[in-house]
């Protein structure tokens, strides 16, 4: 009989200590699923492991579900190009809460990152977003957004007129935003992953510029870097001789207005010239015959992209080698017709000779125009 107590005492012991450590461990459990369950711990979390660069681990505490749909490897990319793994520490301000139309709650947390010197090297902002599962059904989980792995707002200056790849994508037209210059267009991209990002730039008249940028390294201003093609040259260099075939020739014909539409910004420059060169070729005393220009060439200056008008500029010396031939009268000093007057002699000059003359050409609009001109008078 005593020994049937003796094992009652003992069971009943047991059960006791039993149900002590299960309610301890019950209490340890819920103040740990407690502590789990706020944005600060799930922030320290995250950031721990982007330091520690244990990305797949960290990809397990991102949210996917606000429309940044990060790949597992887009993720790791991004996290390897902002470099989390070169700080030592960071820094937690107080975070904002909020909560949407749609009843979501957010947790928006400044960070600053050190060096192991305790320097400040960076600052970012965190976003985390209350999940609508609960843990056990009881606790709340709390998961970083990924727009914090991208690269907002990232700016290319381009020339105006310019087609922008990224990654082989076509940039979208409405990013322009406007520039400092009439001559620039300035692309803001919403967003890129952080990291190497190929870049391909298209312009008429410049060369194209095909590279890599890495996105976590500022902006890219091309706006006045691009080189003129080969082909735009010798586009301008054609209407430059043109141009002053047409004007020798008004010359010629005492032609007293100039309709060429490529001269509409410089026509009182041109019909000065043509007034000038007329007067030279049909100069008193002589019979004009004949005129030709050949052996062209062409020295272009740098682009100039600073126009108010936002046009291209170009200045271009054109040389060429010209020939003349007049009839010139002389009259004796010693011989008179018979009439008197003095005998007069006819005499057939040629005059060779090279000369150079300045274009400043304009794109704009898909077109090259003369902007200005100075072209010194021949024979």
């Not at 274009?359 to 077109?367: E, L």
């Given at each position: 009989m005593a020994d049937k107590k003796v094992l009652t005492r003992i069971l009943v012991k047991g059960l006791i200590l039993l149900f002590i450590v299960a309610v301890t461990a019950g209490g340890a459990a819920a103040y740990q699923g407690q502590k789990q369950s706020t944005a600060d711990y799930a922030i320290d979390r995250y950031l721990t492991l982007l330091l520690e660069n244990d990305s797949q681990r960290a990809w397990s505490l991102l949210d996917n579900s606000e429309g940044?749909?990060?790949?597992e490897d887009e993720f790791f990319d991004a996290a390897e190009g902002k470099k989390y793994s070169i700080y030592a520490s960071y820094k937690l301000k107080e975070p904002e809460k909020r909560r949407d139309n749609n009843g979501n709650e957010y947790a928006d947390f400044h960070v600053q990152f050190y060096d192991a010197a305790d320097e400040l090297k960076a600052?970012?902002?965190f976003t985390l977003k209350?999940?609508?599962?609960r843990r056990f059904g009881i606790f709340d989980v709390w998961k970083v957004l990924g727009d914090h792995c991208l690269v907002r707002d990232f700016k290319i200056t381009v020339p105006s007129g310019s087609t922008v790849y990224l990654n082989s994508a076509k940039a979208d037209r409405s990013w322009i935003t406007q520039s400092d210059s009439p001559a620039a267009e300035v692309y803001v991209v919403p967003r890129l992953l952080p990291g190497n990002i190929s870049l391909t730039i298209r312009h008429p008249i410049l060369e194209s510029v095909n590279t890599v940028f890495d996105s976590s390294e500022g902006s890219l201003d091309y706006s006045t870097s691009m080189e003129l093609k080969d082909s735009a040259e010798g586009e301008c260099k054609e209407i430059g001789v043109s141009v002053l075939k047409k004007l020798l020739s008004a010359s010629v014909k005492s032609q007293k207005d100039i309709t060429d539409e490529s001269l509409e910004s410089c026509r009182k420059k041109a019909e000065n010239f043509v007034r000038k060169q007329?007067?030279?070729?049909h100069a008193a005393g002589s019979t004009f015959v004949s005129m030709s220009v050949s052996a062209f060439a062409a020295e272009f200056g740098e682009p100039d992209y600073s126009g108010e008008d936002g046009d291209i500029r170009l200045e271009m010396k054109l040389s060429y080698h010209y020939r003349l031939k007049k009839d010139v009268t002389t009259q004796s000093e010693d011989q008179v017709n018979e009439d008197g007057t003095p005998v007069e002699t006819v005499e057939s000059v040629s005059d060779t000779g090279n000369s150079t003359g300045t274009?400043?050409?304009?794109?704009?609009?898909?077109?090259w125009k003369v902007a200005d001109l100075d072209l010194p008078v021949i024979g």
């Open positions: 940044i749909e990060l790949t600052e970012e902002d209350k999940q609508s599962d007329g007067n030279k070729l274009f400043v050409m304009s794109y704009a609009d898909g077109a």
